[in-house]
């Protein structure tokens, strides 16, 4: 199972975020983009997600440990920034624990 299948959501339409490997690396997108093409295209890499998270706490998690501390994730947006690189806007919610928010020009991951 991927590490976060079931915990990400479309900050568009509500939808759940599936799993897919594109060139080797492990991503996830709009399940109603990617079935219907009813939303927005949207991918975020498994790992870009766990380096916030692993930054965040400074130690590395188990799968089981991410499924423990972890709410939901609510995705955005991906947009290029001056540079080309992509940059997303998303919000991690934890259970116990103040959010991660990361917009266009702002990152949040409370220290």
């Known amino acids: 199972m991927a590490l976060f299948s079931k915990l990400i959501k479309c900050g568009h339409c509500g939808g759940n975020f599936k799993v897919k490997k594109e060139r080797g ?26 380096d916030l998270i692993e930054t965040r706490y400074d130690k590395k998690f188990t799968e089981k440990e991410i499924r423990g501390i972890i709410d939901y994730i609510e995705i955005f947006d991906k947009i ?5 690189e992509d940059l997303h806007i998303l919000n991690i919610y934890f259970k116990n624990d103040k959010p991660i928010i990361l917009s266009e020009n702002f990152l949040q991951l409370w220290f």
Do not use: Q
């Not at 991503?27 to 939303?39: G, V």
């Not at 290029?80 to 080309?84: A, L, T």
């Open 25 to 50: 690396k492990i991503k996830y997108i709009c399940s109603k983009y990617d079935n219907y093409r009813n939303c927005k295209r949207i991918s975020v890499e498994e790992n870009f997600i766990l």
């Open 80 to 84: 290029k920034n001056k540079e080309g």
